[in-house]
């Protein structure tokens, strides 16, 4: 439909034909209003997450560039991450001004688009441009680059099957069958194409040539300088432009090219670069990488380097470098042509240059802006407040970036708050990367000043937690319980615990009634939910009792949620930090209220009274996240009167899943000083009363450990769970394993794998950009009186002594003691990996974990 027939048409006649279609869809467009666009724009947000890695290694396997795990984060953000930000934004409409994500739209569409997209993303450019332009109601047609056709189009081809399924007008999103020259230049010089998106393309330029009217908008070639003054935190400002510049391989246009020091600090930054993984060339390696990385006739970037790791890169100019290298470093004496290297280039190369005073510095920042052609972004890194604003007021950068990164891998951030830069193709001076200002004012060019941000945190509790023996009593003067939905298992339906809530129930001033809900599983399913709110629908209560074990307490919690906002649909779960930093607070009351309240009859169950649940689509077999703070109890009655009896077996493995849970907590990039004092508290007791709770199964023994798992439950309903959590659900899913279980043998691994000094990928959310995961494993340690003189040693000792635990409560700690067939298991490891991976959980690990990683850890617990 998008193509006409190309066996009797010239490219032009394609071309023709094509923006033929599009001007039909142009006029399709006036007829659908705002609700129908955010619609049709979510939808394919939706549909483009969900398929984020497998567009990731399709864009590596043909290009050979980049990092998967890096690709998959940019698709995700140029879907949903893009989709967030658009939400709210009015583009059927008078112009809005949106005074608390400061920028500003209009609302006309400018017409047909023509895009060329850079090969460096060719997934996460289709996504993002094809969405943003159903957003502004704009028919786009899309020319991708010779050498990643085959990704582009799987990309194209998704967004507008998406689009169209959910109500985009026929011929809204299409692309040329080639790219050949006559179709490059067929298109940009069509009458009818409103405006150009386009990168720095030699090919592309060609054509424009002859066109000084056309509407151009693009990137053009970046050259970002970061400037660490003598007063900066230089800890945290080395560890962000490693983050940033390491990110795909240097592929992200924005990232720092060249880091100018202050002369004070010059040799211990550059001593901290080394200690983090970054080799510093020789002068001889230094004229080795210049020959690579610029062809010396023409000094444009060689495109044969581009995307490729910093290992390769070092083999290829004739010289080897440490396997686990993240950047190479020269040492250049200036800025400009004599200077190949403080060009740009879209590789894990960081050119490194010592500034005497601060003015020289800004003078260097200023050089490094004028030799790219396009002033994008600089970034500083000073505590001092006075200096972040004179660095903002003289250089001319459309991108100010103040103590953080210059990239996260989001490429919607600028696009979307800032305006962006029109220009004819008779000067070619193009603005900011063609997305998502496309129905803003784009006669202006505005800067954008991002600074620091402060991350506003939330405590989230249960309502009441009640905690003694015979606290079930309460049940005799809750208020709302007329008609209580009784939330259980079948097998407690004969229980003690049901006649006695029943009773406690009968002695309310006023006749209860009651109805039980048992279609409860292991885990939450989908399946169960509609079938809980079928029966909610049916018995109106104003309570639910939820008693019973965890997937029980979770089952209840979801039924409530969905019932109270049944306009709420799934998300997929995914690693999107944007997700993993939002507080889950309530934008709006629900319009039917039911109280809940929860009894939990094992000590796992008690960890269940947060606001987060896993949920299982038994019929897309995925497992999905939620995090809200209506998912909170108003009531958890915590008697060990309640108690199921459990074998010393399942009681160990509870214990494991506790102790896992709060210690995850208690490394996450989101803990705080309240979820702390909750997760050690709970490893502390599990630490002291978990054997004997094997051995001697008393009553004062359950209830510590019912307080540890509660407490484990708040502390990580806010720090939130991290890469165990993940793991376990993606083994537990393709083994006969319980959660328990799989927590339990990952356990010692996960606190190896985070308690490193130098992670291969930083965490984004980590507090002050530093990671702290192996001093706060070593916290724990000096906690539970084992040896920790070091962080490493507090690791070890905090490893053997979880393995001593395990081993004296005669637990496996390794698959094969499952009766699990080596072949079978390494057969999938890959599957599993990829399934953690796409996990919510993954974002909020101390270390952001590459795929390859999480197969390690699932080989090394065989």
Not at 126 to 148: D, E, G, M, Y
Not at 496 to 518: G, M, R, W
Not at 798 to 825: D, F, G
């Amino acid at each position: 439909m998008f193509q006409p027939d190309s066996s009797n048409l010239t490219d032009a006649e394609q071309v023709d034909e094509i923006i033929f279609q599009a001007m039909s869809a142009q006029d399709a467009y006036l007829q659908i209003n705002q609700q129908s666009i955010d619609r049709i724009v979510h939808f394919m947000a939706e549909v483009g997450e969900s398929q984020h890695l497998a567009l990731a290694k399709l864009a590596v396997k043909e290009s050979a560039r980049g990092i998967v795990e890096d690709k998959s984060v940019t698709n995700i953000f140029a879907s949903n991450g893009l989709d967030q930000k658009l939400r709210n934004i009015h583009s059927v409409g008078p112009l809005e001004d949106n005074e608390i994500n400061k920028y500003q739209i209009i609302t006309e569409p400018v017409g047909t688009l023509a895009s060329f997209p850079s090969p460096e993303h060719p997934t996460a450019n289709v996504l993002f441009q094809a969405i943003i332009s159903v957003k502004t109601r704009n028919p786009i047609v899309f020319c991708f680059h010779p050498s990643v056709q085959s990704s582009s189009k799987a990309a194209a081809n998704l967004m507008q099957q998406a689009a169209q399924d959910a109500g985009a007008p026929p011929y809204a999103i299409q692309w040329l069958p080639s790219g050949s020259e006559s179709s490059i230049n067929a298109l940009a010089s069509h009458p009818d194409i409103s405006l150009i998106l386009m990168d720095e393309n030699a090919s592309v330029l060609s054509a424009l040539q002859s066109l000084p009217n056309t509407p151009i908008l693009g990137n053009g070639q970046i050259n970002t300088p970061c400037f660490i003054h003598r007063s900066a935190d230089i800890e945290q400002a080395v560890t962000d432009v490693i983050a940033s510049r390491h990110f795909d391989n240097g592929l992200i246009p924005s990232s720092e090219q060249t880091l100018i020091i202050s002369r004070e600090i010059y040799f211990q930054t550059v001593d901290l670069l080394m200690q983090k993984s970054c080799h510093l060339a020789s002068e001889q390696e230094k004229t080795q990488l210049e020959e690579l990385l610029f062809d010396q006739e023409t000094g444009l970037p060689n495109s044969d380097c581009t995307g490729m790791d910093a290992v390769v890169i070092a083999k290829m100019a004739g010289f080897t470098v440490p396997p686990h290298t993240k950047l190479l470093l020269t040492e250049i004496g200036g800025i400009g042509p004599s200077y190949p290297l403080s060009g740009s280039n879209a590789a894990p190369v960081l050119s490194i240059l010592a500034a005497e005073s601060w003015y020289e510095g800004l003078c260097f920042c200023e050089a490094v802006l004028e030799f790219g052609s396009t002033s994008h972004t600089a970034v500083l890194h000073a505590r001092d407040t006075d200096l972040c604003d004179e660095f903002s007021t003289r250089l001319r950068a459309s991108h100010i970036v103040l103590n953080q990164p210059a990239t996260d891998g989001d490429l919607c951030r600028l696009l979307v708050i800032s305006g962006n830069s029109v220009t004819s193709a008779e000067d070619r001076q193009v603005g900011n990367p063609a997305t998502a200002g496309l129905s803003m004012d784009m006669l202006l060019r505005r800067k954008l000043l991002q600074k620091q941000n402060t991350r506003i945190r939330e405590w989230k509790t249960p309502g009441n937690v009640l905690f003694a023996k015979g606290c079930s009593n309460h049940l005799r003067t809750l208020p709302e319980v007329a008609r209580t939905l009784i939330v259980t298992e079948k097998e407690l339906l004969e229980s003690d615990h049901i006649d006695a809530v029943l009773n406690h129930l009968s002695d309310q001033k006023y006749p209860v009634k009651t109805e039980f809900f048992c279609k409860t599983n292991r885990v939450v399913t989908v399946s169960s939910i509609e079938e809980g709110i079928q029966c909610m629908n049916r018995f109106r209560p104003t309570a639910i009792l939820a008693i019973g074990n965890g997937a029980t307490i979770d089952t209840a919690k979801a039924i409530r949620y969905f019932y109270q906002r049944p306009d709420n649909s799934l998300p997929y779960s995914s690693p999107n930090p944007e997700h993993a930093n939002s507080s889950g607070s309530l934008s709006n009351p629900p319009q039917r209220r039911v109280s809940l309240i929860a009894m939990p009859t094992t000590p796992r169950a008690g960890f269940k009274i947060n606001a987060l649940i896993t949920i299982f689509d038994n019929r897309l077999e995925k497992r999905q996240n939620i995090h809200s703070c209506e998912l909170l109890p108003d009531t958890t009655l915590i008697d060990p009167d309640f108690s199921t009896p459990l074998s010393a077996k399942e009681m160990a493995i509870t214990g494991m899943t506790i102790l896992s849970h709060a210690l995850e907590a208690y490394v996450s990039p989101l803990a705080s000083d309240y979820s702390d004092s909750m997760a050690i508290k709970a490893i502390l007791i599990i630490f002291d009363y978990l054997p004997m709770a094997v051995t001697r199964n008393q009553i004062s023994t359950r209830e510590k450990l019912y307080n540890a798992a509660t407490m484990a439950g708040m502390a990580t309903g806010n720090a939130k769970p991290g890469l165990a959590h993940a793991m376990a659900h993606s083994l537990s899913s393709a083994f006969n394993l319980t959660h328990g279980q799989a927590h339990s043998l990952l356990l010692p691994s996960i606190v190896r794998y985070n308690g490193v000094e130098d992670p291969s990928r930083f965490n984004p959310l980590m507090p002050g950009s530093r990671y702290i995961a192996h001093e706060r494993y070593q916290e724990i340690a000096k906690s539970l009186g084992l040896a920790c003189k070091s962080p490493e040693q507090g690791v070890d000792s905090l490893v053997k002594a979880i393995s001593r635990m395990q081993r004296e409560l005669h637990l496996p700690c390794t698959i094969r003691e499952y009766n699990i067939s080596q072949k079978e298991y390494l057969g999938i490891t890959e599957q599993m990996a990829e399934q953690a991976f796409t996990d919510h959980s993954t974002t909020t690990n101390p270390r952001l974990p590459l795929i390859s990683e999480i197969i390690d850890i699932f080989d090394d617990i065989y």
